[in-house]
C-alpha cells in the first residue's frame, strides 16, 4: 500500500469500552450522577488519532546515538506546543543537555524539528543528578512556539488520574488495590522503537494492566521495547485518550512490570470555609493561582477544567513557589452552598471558567459541576450595612468580610459573577 502501518494491535479493548451517556435509555440516565470515573472509549472517538500526538525523538548522549520518544498534551492557555518526554532522553549527565536532539518527521511540521537547550525543561532534581535512583525525578518537556492557529493539542489529561492514596506516599508501592483509581485498570503504552520511522511506520501500541502505583511512578504489564522511553502511557477516560503516565524504564526483574512517572500534581494542608471580602482595589491580599487540572484531546480553553491552588503567605504573585512548598485546592459544594479549602484535589475542585483570558483584571465566570448540570458561583454584599459601606467609602485601608456565596443557575448576568484572575486583590469581591 506504500505505507507500511503497523497493524499488530487492537484499535479499542471491549473489555473497558463504555456506551456514552448521551446514549443510554432516558430511565437509565437519571442514575447517572457523576462521570468523574467514567474509563472507556466513545464511540466517536477516532480509533487511532494518537498516532499525530507521538513523536520518536534522536539524540547523542555521550557520543552515542540514542533513540526515544515524546507526546504532546493538550495544555489550555499555553503559549507553546507542549511535548512531554522521560528526562534521559533530554540530559546526558548533571547539568548538561544531550545534543544533536532532534524531533522525527513531527506530524505538524512534516519535518525534523531541532531542538535547543532553550526549548528544554527538566526537572531540577534530575537534572543536577541524572541518575536511575532519581527516576521518580526522570521527567522534562519541550516547548515549541507556535502561532494559535498552528496548535498541536495532543493527549488530554485529568488530575483526578494523578491521586495517589494517601497511604503508600513513599517509595515502595502501595498493596491497597481498593484506593487507587488506576489500580488493575487496563493502560496502553505507545511509542516508536530504534527501527520505527514516521513517517513510513506509525508508532506502536501496545496494552497490559496497571500492577502497581504510589504518588510518583506506575507500574505496568504492557510489553515495551528498548527505545520507547518517554512515550505516552494513557487510558480511555470520559470518552477519551488520556494520558496518566510518561514510559521511563523497561522490568527491573520478571514479572516486576514496566515503569512510568506519573502525571499529577502533590497535595497538602488543612480544611476552612470560604468568605467573600469586600475592599477597595489592592487592599485584599488573598491570592491564588488557577491551573490547568483537565482537558479532552481536542477541547478549546473555555472547555477545560480548572482549579484554584490558595498562595503562601508572603508569597508575591511574581513571586516563584520554593520546592518545599504546597498549598490547599479550592473545593467548590454546591450542594451544601459552601467553598471550603482542602487539603487533596478531588472532584469538587474542578471548575469551568468560560471566557478566561491569562491577563490580569480581565472579568471570567466561575462555574462548577452538580451532578449532570452545571451551576454558577456568585459573590454578593447585599448583608453590609450603610455604616459597613461608608467605612469602605471613607478608609482605603479597611475591608468587610461576608458569607454570600451562594450557587445559582447558569446566567449571563455580570453584576454577580464577574472576577479578575490574579491576584484576587484587584477586585472588590474576593475569596479568603
Known amino acids: 500500500?506504500?505505507?507500511?502501518?503497523?497493524?499488530?494491535?487492537?484499535?479499542?479493548?471491549?473489555?473497558?469500552?463504555?456506551?456514552?451517556?448521551?446514549?443510554?435509555?432516558?430511565?437509565?440516565?437519571?442514575?447517572?450522577?457523576?462521570?468523574?470515573?467514567?474509563?472507556?472509549?466513545?464511540?466517536?472517538?477516532?480509533?487511532?488519532?494518537?498516532?499525530?500526538?507521538?513523536?520518536?525523538?534522536?539524540?547523542?548522549?555521550?557520543?552515542?546515538?540514542?533513540?526515544?520518544?515524546?507526546?504532546?498534551?493538550?495544555?489550555?492557555?499555553?503559549?507553546?506546543?507542549?511535548?512531554?518526554?522521560?528526562?534521559?532522553?533530554?540530559?546526558?549527565?548533571?547539568?548538561?543537555?544531550?545534543?544533536?536532539?532532534?524531533?522525527?518527521?513531527?506530524?505538524?511540521?512534516?519535518?525534523?524539528?531541532?531542538?535547543?537547550?532553550?526549548?528544554?525543561?527538566?526537572?531540577?532534581?534530575?537534572?543536577?543528578?541524572?541518575?536511575?535512583?532519581?527516576?521518580?525525578?526522570?521527567?522534562?518537556?519541550?516547548?515549541?512556539?507556535?502561532?494559535?492557529?498552528?496548535?498541536?493539542?495532543?493527549?488530554?489529561?485529568?488530575?483526578?488520574?494523578?491521586?495517589?492514596?494517601?497511604?503508600?506516599?513513599?517509595?515502595?508501592?502501595?498493596?491497597?488495590?481498593?484506593?487507587?483509581?488506576?489500580?488493575?485498570?487496563?493502560?496502553?503504552?505507545?511509542?516508536?522503537?530504534?527501527?520505527?520511522?514516521?513517517?513510513?511506520?506509525?508508532?506502536?501500541?501496545?496494552?497490559?494492566?496497571?500492577?502497581?502505583?504510589?504518588?510518583?511512578?506506575?507500574?505496568?504489564?504492557?510489553?515495551?521495547?528498548?527505545?520507547?522511553?518517554?512515550?505516552p502511557v494513557w487510558v480511555g477516560f470520559r470518552g477519551v485518550e488520556t494520558i496518566v503516565a510518561i514510559h521511563t524504564y523497561g522490568e527491573a526483574e520478571e514479572t516486576a512490570g514496566n515503569r512510568g512517572t506519573r502525571v499529577n500534581l502533590e497535595n497538602t494542608t488543612t480544611l476552612n470555609e470560604g468568605r467573600v471580602r469586600v475592599g477597595r482595589p489592592g487592599q485584599v491580599e488573598t491570592l491564588f493561582d488557577v491551573v490547568p487540572v483537565a482537558a479532552k484531546p481536542t477541547v478549546k480553553e473555555s472547555n477545560a477544567g480548572y482549579g484554584f491552588l490558595l498562595r503562601p503567605a508572603g508569597l508575591d504573585v511574581k513571586d516563584t513557589w520554593p520546592t518545599s512548598v504546597t498549598s490547599p485546592w479550592v473545593r467548590w459544594d454546591s450542594k451544601k452552598n459552601k467553598v471550603s479549602r482542602s487539603s487533596r484535589f478531588d472532584a469538587h475542585c474542578e471548575v469551568k471558567l468560560p471566557g478566561l483570558i491569562i491577563k490580569p483584571e480581565k472579568p471570567f465566570e466561575i462555574q462548577t459541576q452538580e451532578g449532570n448540570g452545571w451551576k454558577q458561583v456568585q459573590m454578593e454584599m447585599e448583608l453590609l450595612d450603610e455604616g459597613d459601606l461608608e467605612l469602605l467609602e471613607e478608609d482605603p485601608q479597611s475591608f468587610e468580610d461576608t458569607s454570600e456565596i451562594s450557587f445559582g443557575p447558569l446566567t449571563k448576568n455580570k453584576n454577580n459573577v464577574s472576577y479578575p484572575l490574579t491576584p484576587f486583590s484587584s477586585s472588590p469581591y474576593s475569596l479568603t
Not at 146 to 174: N, V
Not at 203 to 231: F, V, W
Request: proline share 6%.
Open 1 to 231: 500500500m506504500g505505507n507500511d502501518k503497523q497493524q499488530d494491535f487492537k484499535d479499542f479493548d471491549l473489555r473497558n469500552f463504555q456506551v456514552p451517556i448521551s446514549y443510554w435509555h432516558s430511565a437509565q440516565q437519571k442514575y447517572e450522577t457523576c462521570v468523574t470515573e467514567r474509563f472507556g472509549i466513545d464511540l466517536s472517538t477516532p480509533a487511532r488519532r494518537w498516532e499525530n500526538w507521538v513523536v520518536k525523538l534522536t539524540f547523542e548522549k555521550l557520543g552515542s546515538e540514542k533513540h526515544g520518544n515524546g507526546f504532546y498534551v493538550n495544555v489550555p492557555n499555553a503559549s507553546y506546543d507542549i511535548i512531554l518526554t522521560a528526562g534521559h532522553n533530554l540530559v546526558d549527565k548533571p547539568e548538561h543537555y544531550c545534543s544533536n536532539i532532534k524531533i522525527k518527521q513531527d506530524p505538524k511540521e512534516k519535518k525534523d524539528i531541532d531542538v535547543k537547550p532553550e526549548m528544554i525543561r527538566v526537572c531540577r532534581k534530575y537534572f543536577e543528578d541524572p541518575d536511575e535512583l532519581n527516576e521518580i525525578y526522570d521527567y522534562g518537556a519541550i516547548l515549541l512556539k507556535r502561532p494559535p492557529s498552528k496548535r498541536h493539542r495532543g493527549f488530554g489529561f485529568h488530575l483526578m488520574l494523578g491521586l495517589a492514596p494517601q497511604l503508600g506516599k513513599g517509595a515502595a508501592y502501595t498493596e491497597d488495590e481498593d484506593k487507587d483509581i488506576l489500580r488493575d485498570r487496563m493502560v496502553y503504552v505507545c511509542g516508536y522503537t530504534p527501527e520505527d520511522s514516521p513517517p513510513e511506520k506509525s508508532p506502536r501500541r501496545s496494552e497490559g494492566r496497571c500492577i502497581g502505583t504510589n504518588l510518583h511512578q506506575l507500574r505496568y504489564d504492557a510489553n515495551t521495547k528498548p527505545g520507547m522511553s518517554g512515550g
